[in-house]
C-alpha cells in the first residue's frame, strides 16, 4: 500500500521458501498482487494461478478465500482489456462472496465495483451507476465513512459523472476521494496521484486550463518519484497532459504527449487493447485539429478495425470513432460521406441506449452543425432540436451541455436571418452560463461576442459595441498577456466601427488583431486561414477609404496565403479574386480586373457547375467591368449569359432575374437603345410588382429608372409620370427615406427644365433642398449640389444675381467639407463663371476662371480635356470683350493641347476650330476664317457625322462667311445644304429655319437673283420681289415658332428695318403683327 512494492517482494520471496501449502498460496497470493501493481501481468497470473490451484487442491478447499483470488485474476484481466473475461471472474468471486459474507460486507461491495467498472468502460453508466452506488452505500455503513476502498468506490463515482459531464459532481467525488487518501496515505502516494490526475482532468473538461496543468504538475512530480518514466501508470498521467493541452490550443504539443503515452502502453498492451485504441483516437482527434486530416482518418480507421475486432460488442464506442471520422470528413468539407459516418454513429447509438443518453444529443449536434454548414438550417434546427430534448431528458445535470445547445441553435437562426429568435437561444445560454460558471469565465466572453455580432447585423451598434467591449474586458482578466481569442474580438469590434464609417478606428482594431494572429497563431491551416481572412477584413476598410491600391496589396497578400493552405478549386480563391478585382476596377485597372474575375467564374464552373447562382454573379461581374469600360455589346453578353441561365435553372428566383433585367435595361440606356432598354425596365417592374408587392422601395427605384430612361428619350411628360408614381411611393411607405426622395425630386426638377418650366423645376429643387437641410443638415456636400443645382434653373432663367449666390453657397460648403474634391469644386467655379460673364463681369469672370485653370493644373494635371475646355472659357470671355486676338491666343493653346494629348476628341478640336475661326471672322480675315471653318466641318462630317446639328452650323458660319467674300454662289450652297439638313433632322427649329431662308434671301438679293424657279416653282412670284417672296416664307414659319416673345419682337423690328423702303412690305408685316398679337397666348413660352 505504501507503493514500496520492490521490498516488498523480496519479502514474500524469502517467506515462500519456508512457508506450509495454506501460507504458501497466500504468500504467491501477495506476489501476484505485487507483480500486478507493477504492470508484470504475465507473471502476476502466474502467481494468482498457483494461489488458486494451491487452496481449490487442498485437502481442505479453501472456497471463501478464493473469492479474493477471483477478484484480483478478474481486476488483472480488465487492465489487460480482456473485460468480458473479467466480469466472469468477479461474478464468480461476488457469488462466493454473497454465500460466505453478510450482504454488508466490503467484500461485496468491492466485488460489486469491480463489476461496475466494466460496466462503465462498456459504456453502460447507467448499469455502472448502480453497483457503484449500492457498493459505497455498504462500504460507508461498515468503515462509517473512512476507508481507502470508500476512496476507491468514490473515485469511480466520480469517472461516471465525468462521463455524464457532470463536471461538478465528479469534482466533488474525487476531491473526497483525496482527503481520505492524503488521511490514509503519505503525501505522495501512488492513489493520492492517480486522484490529482483525475482532478486535473476534470478541470480541463471546465475549460479550467490553468488550473488544471498546476494540478497536473503536481501529480506528474509524484509519479516521478515513484516510478520509471515507462511505467503502465505514467501512460494516464502524459494522456491528461495532452488533454490540457489540447484544451489551451497547444495541438502539437497534445500530439506529442499522447505519442509517448501510446508508446508506454504499447510496452504492456496486445496491440487492440481498449486503451492504445482510446489513444489513437486521442492522436487522431489532434491531427484534425492540426488539420492533418488525411492522418487524423488513419488513427481513426485504425481505432475502428480494433474495435470491430477485438471488442464488437463494444457499440457505443464504435460509434464514437464513427463520430470523429465524420469530424474529420467534415473538416475536409466531404459534407455527404461525413453525414452518412454521423448517422451510422447516431443508429448504433440508438440501439446500444434504447432509452436514450446524452451521447446521442451530441450526435444530433454533429449532424445540425454538418447541416448548417450546408446551409441546410431547417434541417439543422430539427437536429438541435432533438438534442434538446435529449438534453433535458438525460443531460440536465450539465448545464454547460445545455447552453452549448443553446448557443447552436442561436448560430442557426442568426445565419436564417432570423435575429429576435436568435437572440432569445443567445441570452438563455448566458444566463445558464452565468449561473454555472463564475462571474469572469473566458466561455462568457465567446456568447457575449456572439449577442454582439447578432446586435451588429441588426445595426443596433451601440449595444453591439457594449457586448463586444465586456467581452474584451472579460478576455483581458483573464489573459492578461494577450491570447488568440482576444483577438476575434478586436475584429467583432472592428465590425462594428466599419459599419459606424469609423474607418481609421477600425482599421486599427483588424491590425491590433493581425498582431495577435501573427504572435500566437501557428503555422497550421486554420490560423493562417484567419490571417488572410482577417486581410481582407483590412483591405475592406481601406477599399471604403478609397486607398483602393493598398487593398490590392493586403488582398494579394490574402490570397497567396489561401492558395498555399487551400486547393486552386476553393471558394475563398474565388472571393479574394473578387476582393481584388473590384479594387482595381475602382483604379479603372479594368484589363487586370478581368483577369481576376475570368479566373473567379473558371473557379467557380468547376467548383460548383451547378451552382447557377453563383456563376450567374461572376458572370455579372464581368458584365459589369465591361460595362464600366464603356464595352457595351461585351458587358451585354454576360448579362444576357447570366439571365438566360438563371431563367433555365432558377425561373422561381424573381429577385435574381431582376436585378439582371435591371443591369441589361442600364446597358441598353447607355447605347441609347431606349425602346430596348425600357423592354426589359419593365419587365423587372412587373416582376416586382407581381412577386414582390410590398417591396415599395423597389419598385420604386424601378419606376424612377423607367422616369431616367424616358427623360433621356426626351418624353418628359411621360418620364415625369414615373417619377410622380415613384415620390409618392417613397412618401408614403419610406417616409424617412430622405435621400431617397431627394434624388427623385431632383429628377423631376430636371425634367420639368428641360420643359423650361424653370419655376416648376425651382420648386422641386427647393423642396430637395429643404428636406436636406431640415433632416440631413449633416451631409453638406448633397446640400451643395442642390444649391448647385438651383444655381443652374436660375441661371437658364437669366437670373445671374440670383444664380451666383446659390452657386457661391454651394461652392463655400465644398471647399469646406471637402477641399479635396477638385472636380465638383472646379465645376462649381467654372458655373459661377459663367454667371459673371452673362453679367459682362468679365474681370471677375476671368479671375475666377484663371484661378480655376490653376487648381487644374495643379490637381488635375493630367485631365488634359477639362483643362483645355478651361482654357477655352477664358478665351470665350476676351471674346465676348471683342479681344479676338487674346481669345484667339488661348483658343490655340487649348486646341494644341487638345491635339497632343486627345487626339481622338473630335467634338472639342471642331469646337475649337470654329472659335478661332470667329475670331478671324470678327477682324474680317475671312481666309483664315475660312480655312479653320472647313477644318472643323472637314472633322465633323468624317468623325462625328451623327451629330447633324453641329454640322448644320459650320455650313451656316461658312455660308456667312462666303457671303463676306462675296463668293455667292458658294455661300448660297452652304445655306442650301443647311437648311436641307435642318428641315430633315430638326423640323420644329422653325427659328433657325427661318434664319436660313433670310440668309439665303440675302445671298440672292446680293445676286439680284430673285427667283429660283427650280426650287421654288410651285408660287407664282411674278408680281413679288424677292424680299417679299422670303419674307413670306419667313412670316409662314415663324408663326409656328416656339420662341419667347422678346424674340419674336426682336425679329419683327429686324423685318421692319430691311423693308423700311417698301410699302408693300411693311403692310404686310402689320398684318403678321396682329396676327400674332391676336394669339401670343396660344405660344409656348421657350
Given at each position: 500500500?505504501?507503493?514500496?512494492?520492490?521490498?516488498?517482494q523480496?519479502?514474500?520471496?524469502?517467506?515462500?521458501?519456508?512457508?506450509?501449502?495454506?501460507?504458501?498460496a497466500?504468500?504467491?497470493?501477495?506476489?501476484?498482487?505485487?507483480?500486478?501493481?507493477?504492470?508484470?501481468?504475465?507473471?502476476?497470473?502466474?502467481?494468482?494461478?498457483y494461489?488458486?490451484?494451491?487452496?481449490?487442491?487442498?485437502?481442505?478447499?479453501y472456497?471463501?478465500?478464493?473469492?479474493?483470488?477471483?477478484?484480483?485474476i478478474?481486476?488483472?484481466?480488465?487492465a489487460?482489456?480482456?473485460?468480458?473475461?473479467?466480469?466472469?471472474?468477479?461474478?464468480?468471486a461476488?457469488?462466493?462472496?454473497?454465500?460466505?459474507?453478510?450482504?454488508?460486507?466490503?467484500?461485496?461491495?468491492?466485488?460489486?465495483?469491480?463489476?461496475?467498472?466494466?460496466?462503465?468502460?462498456?459504456?453502460?453508466?447507467?448499469?455502472?451507476?448502480?453497483?457503484?452506488?449500492?457498493?459505497?452505500?455498504?462500504?460507508?455503513?461498515?468503515?462509517?465513512?473512512?476507508?481507502?476502498?470508500?476512496?476507491k468506490?468514490?473515485?469511480?463515482?466520480g469517472?461516471?459523472?465525468?462521463e455524464?459531464?457532470?463536471?461538478?459532481?465528479?469534482?466533488?467525488?474525487?476531491?473526497?476521494?483525496?482527503?481520505?487518501?492524503?488521511?490514509?496515505?503519505?503525501?505522495?502516494?501512488?492513489?493520492?496521484?492517480?486522484?490529482?490526475?483525475?482532478?486535473a482532468?476534470?478541470l480541463n473538461?471546465?475549460?479550467?486550463?490553468?488550473?488544471?496543468?498546476n494540478?497536473?504538475?503536481?501529480?506528474?512530480?509524484?509519479?516521478?518519484?515513484?516510478?520509471?518514466?515507462?511505467?503502465?501508470?505514467?501512460?494516464?498521467?502524459?494522456c491528461?497532459l495532452?488533454h490540457i493541452?489540447?484544451?489551451?490550443?497547444?495541438?502539437?504539443?497534445a500530439?506529442?504527449?499522447?505519442?509517448?503515452s501510446?508508446?508506454?502502453?504499447?510496452?504492456?498492451?496486445?496491440?487492440?487493447?481498449?486503451?492504445?485504441?482510446?489513444?489513437?483516437?486521442?492522436?487522431?482527434v489532434?491531427?484534425?485539429?492540426?488539420?492533418?486530416?488525411?492522418?487524423a482518418l488513419?488513427?481513426?480507421?485504425?481505432?475502428?478495425?480494433?474495435?470491430?475486432?477485438?471488442?464488437?460488442?463494444f457499440?457505443?464506442?464504435?460509434a464514437?470513432?464513427?463520430?470523429?471520422i465524420?469530424?474529420?470528413?467534415?473538416?475536409?468539407?466531404?459534407y455527404?460521406?461525413?453525414?452518412?459516418?454521423y448517422?451510422?454513429?447516431?443508429?448504433?447509438?440508438?440501439?446500444?441506449?434504447?432509452?436514450?443518453?446524452?451521447?446521442?444529443?451530441?450526435?444530433?449536434?454533429?449532424?445540425?452543425?454538418?447541416?448548417?454548414?450546408?446551409?441546410?438550417?431547417?434541417?439543422?434546427?430539427?437536429?438541435?432540436q432533438?438534442?434538446?430534448?435529449?438534453?433535458?431528458?438525460?443531460?440536465?445535470?450539465?448545464?454547460?451541455?445545455?447552453?452549448?445547445?443553446?448557443?447552436?441553435?442561436?448560430?442557426?437562426?442568426?445565419?436564417?436571418?432570423?435575429?429576435?429568435?436568435a437572440?432569445?437561444?443567445?441570452?438563455?445560454?448566458?444566463?445558464?452560463?452565468?449561473?454555472?460558471?463564475?462571474?469572469?469565465?473566458?466561455?462568457?466572453?465567446?456568447?457575449?461576442?456572439?449577442?454582439?455580432?447578432?446586435?451588429?447585423?441588426?445595426?443596433?451598434?451601440?449595444?453591439?459595441?457594449?457586448?463586444?467591449?465586456?467581452?474584451?474586458?472579460?478576455?483581458?482578466?483573464?489573459?492578461?498577456?494577450?491570447?488568440?481569442?482576444?483577438?476575434?474580438?478586436?475584429?467583432?469590434?472592428?465590425?462594428?466601427?466599419?459599419?459606424?464609417?469609423?474607418?481609421?478606428?477600425?482599421l486599427?482594431?483588424?491590425?491590433?488583431?493581425?498582431?495577435?494572429?501573427?504572435?500566437?497563431?501557428?503555422?497550421?491551416?486554420?490560423?493562417?486561414?484567419?490571417?488572410?481572412?482577417?486581410?481582407?477584413?483590412?483591405?475592406?476598410v481601406?477599399?471604403l477609404?478609397?486607398?483602393?491600391?493598398?487593398?490590392?496589396?493586403?488582398?494579394?497578400?490574402?490570397l497567396?496565403?489561401?492558395?498555399?493552405?487551400?486547393?486552386?478549386?476553393?471558394?475563398?480563391?474565388?472571393?479574394?479574386?473578387?476582393?481584388?478585382?473590384?479594387?482595381?476596377?475602382?483604379q479603372?485597372?479594368?484589363?487586370?480586373?478581368?483577369?481576376?474575375?475570368?479566373?473567379?467564374?473558371?473557379i467557380?464552373?468547376?467548383?460548383?457547375?451547378?451552382?447557377?447562382?453563383?456563376?450567374?454573379?461572376?458572370?455579372?461581374?464581368?458584365?459589369?467591368?465591361?460595362?464600366?469600360?464603356k464595352?457595351?455589346?461585351?458587358?451585354?453578353?454576360?448579362?444576357?449569359?447570366?439571365?438566360?441561365m438563371?431563367?433555365?435553372?432558377?425561373?422561381?428566383?424573381?429577385?435574381?432575374?431582376?436585378?439582371v433585367?435591371?443591369?441589361i435595361?442600364?446597358i441598353?440606356?447607355?447605347?441609347?437603345?431606349?425602346?430596348?432598354?425600357?423592354?426589359?425596365?419593365?419587365?423587372?417592374?412587373?416582376?416586382?410588382?407581381?412577386y414582390?408587392?410590398?417591396s415599395?422601395q423597389?419598385?420604386?427605384?424601378n419606376?424612377?429608372?423607367?422616369?431616367?430612361?424616358?427623360?433621356d428619350?426626351?418624353?418628359?411628360?411621360?418620364?415625369?409620370?414615373?417619377?410622380?408614381?415613384?415620390?409618392?411611393?417613397?412618401?408614403?411607405?419610406?417616409?424617412?427615406?430622405?435621400n431617397?426622395?431627394?434624388?427623385?425630386?431632383?429628377?423631376?426638377?430636371?425634367?420639368?427644365?428641360?420643359?423650361?418650366?424653370?419655376?416648376?423645376?425651382?420648386n422641386?429643387?427647393?423642396?430637395?433642398?429643404?428636406?436636406?437641410?431640415?433632416?440631413?443638415?449633416?451631409?453638406h456636400?448633397?446640400?451643395a449640389?442642390?444649391?448647385?443645382?438651383?444655381?443652374?434653373?436660375?441661371?437658364?432663367?437669366?437670373?445671374?444675381?440670383?444664380?451666383?449666390?446659390?452657386?457661391q453657397?454651394?461652392l463655400?460648403?465644398?471647399?469646406?467639407?471637402?477641399?479635396?474634391g477638385?472636380?465638383?469644386?472646379l465645376?462649381?467655379?467654372?458655373?459661377?463663371?459663367?454667371?459673371?460673364?452673362?453679367?459682362?463681369?468679365?474681370?471677375?469672370?476671368l479671375?475666377?476662371?484663371?484661378?480655376?485653370?490653376?487648381?487644374?493644373?495643379?490637381?488635375?494635371?493630367?485631365?488634359?480635356?477639362?483643362?483645355?475646355?478651361n482654357i477655352?472659357?477664358?478665351?470665350?470671355?476676351?471674346?465676348?470683350?471683342?479681344?479676338?486676338?487674346?481669345?484667339?491666343?488661348?483658343?490655340?493653346r487649348?486646341?494644341?493641347m487638345?491635339?497632343?494629348?486627345?487626339?481622338?476628341?473630335y467634338?472639342?478640336?471642331?469646337?475649337?476650330?470654329s472659335?478661332?475661326?470667329?475670331?478671324?471672322?470678327?477682324?474680317?480675315?475671312?481666309?483664315?476664317?475660312?480655312?479653320?471653318?472647313?477644318?472643323s466641318?472637314e472633322?465633323?462630317?468624317?468623325?462625328?457625322?451623327?451629330?447633324?446639328?453641329?454640322?448644320?452650323?459650320?455650313?451656316?458660319?461658312?455660308?456667312?462667311?462666303?457671303?463676306a467674300?462675296?463668293?455667292?454662289?458658294?455661300?448660297?450652297?452652304?445655306?442650301?445644304?443647311?437648311?436641307?439638313?435642318?428641315?430633315?433632322?430638326?423640323?420644329?427649329?422653325?427659328e433657325?429655319?427661318?434664319?436660313?431662308?433670310?440668309?439665303i434671301?440675302?445671298?440672292?438679293?446680293?445676286?439680284r437673283?430673285?427667283?429660283?424657279?427650280?426650287?421654288?416653282?410651285?408660287?407664282?412670284?411674278?408680281?413679288?420681289?424677292?424680299?417679299?417672296?422670303?419674307?413670306q416664307?419667313?412670316?409662314?414659319?415663324?408663326?409656328?415658332?416656339?420662341?419667347?416673345?422678346?424674340a419674336?419682337?426682336?425679329?419683327?423690328?429686324?423685318?421692319?428695318?430691311?423693308?423700311?423702303?417698301?410699302l408693300?412690305?411693311l403692310?404686310?408685316?402689320?398684318?403678321?403683327?396682329?396676327?400674332?398679337?391676336?394669339?401670343?397666348?396660344?405660344?409656348?413660352?421657350?
Amino acid at each position: 500500500d505504501m507503493g514500496q512494492w520492490n521490498q516488498s517482494q523480496k519479502y514474500f520471496e524469502r517467506l515462500l521458501i519456508d512457508s506450509n501449502d495454506k501460507n504458501q498460496a497466500w504468500i504467491e497470493y501477495s506476489l501476484g498482487e505485487i507483480h500486478r501493481l507493477k504492470g508484470e501481468w504475465i507473471v502476476a497470473r502466474k502467481y494468482y494461478d498457483y494461489a488458486f490451484d494451491r487452496m481449490m487442491n487442498s485437502k481442505q478447499m479453501y472456497i471463501k478465500e478464493s473469492a479474493q483470488i477471483l477478484s484480483d485474476i478478474g481486476e488483472l484481466l480488465y487492465a489487460e482489456g480482456k473485460f468480458e473475461e473479467a466480469m466472469n471472474f468477479h461474478e464468480r468471486a461476488l457469488q462466493i462472496r454473497k454465500e460466505y459474507y453478510s450482504s454488508d460486507h466490503p467484500h461485496i461491495a468491492n466485488s460489486l465495483c469491480n463489476i461496475g467498472n466494466i460496466f462503465h468502460i462498456q459504456d453502460k453508466y447507467d448499469e455502472a451507476f448502480v453497483y457503484f452506488q449500492e457498493a459505497l452505500m455498504i462500504l460507508e455503513k461498515y468503515y462509517n465513512s473512512f476507508h481507502v476502498d470508500i476512496a476507491k468506490c468514490l473515485s469511480c463515482i466520480g469517472h461516471y459523472f465525468r462521463e455524464q459531464r457532470d463536471y461538478d459532481k465528479s469534482l466533488e467525488f474525487h476531491r473526497r476521494s483525496l482527503a481520505i487518501y492524503e488521511k490514509y496515505y503519505p503525501y505522495d502516494h501512488v492513489c493520492i496521484a492517480m486522484t490529482l490526475n483525475d482532478i486535473a482532468d476534470i478541470l480541463n473538461g471546465q475549460d479550467k486550463n490553468d488550473e488544471a496543468l498546476n494540478i497536473h504538475r503536481q501529480a506528474l512530480a509524484m509519479y516521478k518519484k515513484l516510478f520509471q518514466y515507462d511505467h503502465i501508470d505514467i501512460f494516464e498521467h502524459l494522456c491528461t497532459l495532452g488533454h490540457i493541452y489540447s484544451g489551451q490550443g497547444h495541438y502539437d504539443t497534445a500530439l506529442e504527449s499522447y505519442q509517448q503515452s501510446l508508446a508506454v502502453l504499447k510496452q504492456y498492451f496486445f496491440s487492440g487493447h481498449t486503451h492504445i485504441i482510446c489513444l489513437l483516437q486521442n492522436i487522431g482527434v489532434a491531427l484534425n485539429s492540426l488539420e492533418k486530416f488525411d492522418d487524423a482518418l488513419d488513427f481513426h480507421r485504425q481505432a475502428l478495425v480494433m474495435e470491430e475486432k477485438y471488442y464488437p460488442s463494444f457499440q457505443a464506442k464504435i460509434a464514437q470513432t464513427f463520430i470523429y471520422i465524420g469530424d474529420v470528413l467534415r473538416c475536409q468539407e466531404k459534407y455527404e460521406d461525413a453525414l452518412d459516418h454521423y448517422k451510422q454513429a447516431l443508429e448504433m447509438q440508438k440501439s446500444y441506449y434504447p432509452l436514450g443518453h446524452v451521447n446521442i444529443s451530441f450526435t444530433f449536434q454533429n449532424i445540425g452543425t454538418l447541416l448548417s454548414q450546408q446551409e441546410k438550417y431547417d434541417e439543422a434546427l430539427e437536429f438541435y432540436q432533438q438534442a434538446s430534448i435529449m438534453l433535458e431528458k438525460h443531460g440536465s445535470c450539465n448545464q454547460s451541455d445545455i447552453a452549448f445547445n443553446l448557443i447552436g441553435i442561436g448560430h442557426i437562426l442568426n445565419n436564417q436571418g432570423k435575429f429576435d429568435e436568435a437572440i432569445d437561444y443567445y441570452q438563455r445560454a448566458l444566463d445558464i452560463q452565468k449561473s454555472y460558471y463564475y462571474a469572469d469565465h473566458p466561455n462568457l466572453a465567446d456568447t457575449l461576442n456572439s449577442i454582439g455580432n447578432l446586435l451588429y447585423r441588426q445595426n443596433k451598434n451601440d449595444k453591439a459595441m457594449e457586448f463586444h467591449k465586456k467581452a474584451l474586458e472579460i478576455q483581458e482578466k483573464n489573459y492578461p498577456t494577450e491570447h488568440i481569442k482576444i483577438a476575434t474580438t478586436f475584429i467583432y469590434i472592428g465590425y462594428v466601427l466599419e459599419d459606424e464609417t469609423k474607418y481609421d478606428e477600425a482599421l486599427d482594431y483588424y491590425k491590433r488583431a493581425h498582431l495577435l494572429f501573427v504572435k500566437f497563431g501557428n503555422c497550421y491551416r486554420s490560423d493562417q486561414l484567419q490571417i488572410a481572412f482577417n486581410l481582407n477584413y483590412i483591405s475592406d476598410v481601406l477599399y471604403l477609404q478609397g486607398k483602393y491600391q493598398e487593398a490590392v496589396e493586403y488582398q494579394q497578400h490574402a490570397l497567396l496565403i489561401k492558395e498555399k493552405w487551400l486547393p486552386s478549386i476553393h471558394n475563398e480563391i474565388i472571393r479574394s479574386c473578387i476582393k481584388i478585382s473590384r479594387s482595381l476596377c475602382s483604379q479603372e485597372k479594368y484589363v487586370d480586373a478581368l483577369e481576376f474575375q475570368q479566373r473567379a467564374l473558371a473557379i467557380q464552373e468547376k467548383l460548383e457547375p451547378l451552382n447557377h447562382k453563383d456563376i450567374g454573379e461572376r458572370l455579372c461581374d464581368i458584365g459589369k467591368t465591361f460595362f464600366d469600360q464603356k464595352k457595351y455589346d461585351e458587358a451585354l453578353h454576360f448579362y444576357q449569359r447570366a439571365l438566360e441561365m438563371k431563367e433555365i435553372s432558377d425561373p422561381s428566383n424573381h429577385d435574381y432575374i431582376i436585378a439582371v433585367l435591371n443591369n441589361i435595361g442600364e446597358i441598353l440606356k447607355e447605347q441609347q437603345k431606349y425602346d430596348e432598354a425600357l423592354d426589359f425596365k419593365n419587365r423587372a417592374l412587373k416582376m416586382r410588382e407581381t412577386y414582390f408587392s410590398s417591396s415599395h422601395q423597389d419598385i420604386a427605384d424601378n419606376l424612377n429608372e423607367i422616369g431616367n430612361i424616358l427623360h433621356d428619350q426626351e418624353n418628359y411628360d411621360e418620364a415625369l409620370t414615373f417619377y410622380q408614381r415613384a415620390l409618392e411611393i417613397r412618401e408614403t411607405f419610406d417616409p424617412p427615406g430622405y435621400n431617397n426622395i431627394i434624388v427623385i425630386l431632383g429628377n423631376i426638377s430636371y425634367a420639368l427644365k428641360q420643359q423650361q418650366k424653370y419655376d416648376e423645376a425651382l420648386n422641386f429643387q427647393k423642396r430637395a433642398l429643404e428636406i436636406q437641410e431640415t433632416h440631413c443638415p449633416s451631409n453638406h456636400l448633397q446640400i451643395a449640389d442642390n444649391l448647385n443645382d438651383i444655381g443652374i434653373i436660375l441661371d437658364e432663367q437669366k437670373k445671374y444675381d440670383e444664380a451666383l449666390n446659390f452657386y457661391q453657397r454651394a461652392l463655400e460648403l465644398r471647399e469646406t467639407f471637402e477641399p479635396s474634391g477638385y472636380d465638383h469644386i472646379l465645376s462649381i467655379r467654372t458655373s459661377i463663371s459663367h454667371a459673371l460673364k452673362q453679367l459682362k463681369k468679365y474681370d471677375d469672370a476671368l479671375t475666377f476662371l484663371n484661378r480655376t485653370l490653376s487648381i487644374r493644373e495643379t490637381h488635375r494635371s493630367s485631365s488634359y480635356a477639362l483643362i483645355a475646355r478651361n482654357i477655352n472659357d477664358i478665351g470665350l470671355i476676351y471674346y465676348e470683350q471683342e479681344k479676338c486676338s487674346e481669345a484667339r491666343e488661348y483658343y490655340e493653346r487649348a486646341l494644341e493641347m487638345t491635339e497632343t494629348f486627345n487626339t481622338s476628341a473630335y467634338d472639342d478640336i471642331a469646337v475649337l476650330l470654329s472659335n478661332i475661326s470667329l475670331t478671324f471672322k470678327q477682324q474680317a480675315d475671312y481666309v483664315e476664317a475660312l480655312d479653320f471653318r472647313n477644318r472643323s466641318l472637314e472633322i465633323r462630317e468624317t468623325h462625328l457625322s451623327s451629330n447633324h446639328l453641329q454640322i448644320i452650323d459650320d455650313l451656316n458660319e461658312l455660308g456667312h462667311i462666303l457671303l463676306a467674300q462675296k463668293q455667292y454662289n458658294k455661300a448660297l450652297s452652304s445655306y442650301k445644304r443647311a437648311l436641307e439638313m435642318r428641315e430633315t433632322f430638326d423640323p420644329s427649329g422653325y427659328e433657325k429655319i427661318a434664319c436660313l431662308i433670310i440668309s439665303i434671301s440675302d445671298v440672292l438679293k446680293h445676286q439680284r437673283n430673285f427667283f429660283d424657279q427650280s426650287e421654288y416653282s410651285t408660287q407664282d412670284l411674278s408680281k413679288q420681289t424677292s424680299g417679299l417672296f422670303w419674307f413670306q416664307l419667313v412670316n409662314n414659319i415663324i408663326l409656328q415658332c416656339s420662341h419667347n416673345q422678346l424674340a419674336k419682337n426682336e425679329m419683327i423690328a429686324l423685318c421692319r428695318q430691311y423693308y423700311q423702303d417698301n410699302l408693300n412690305n411693311l403692310k404686310v408685316l402689320d398684318e403678321f403683327e396682329h396676327e400674332y398679337h391676336s394669339n401670343k397666348d396660344h405660344f409656348i413660352i421657350k
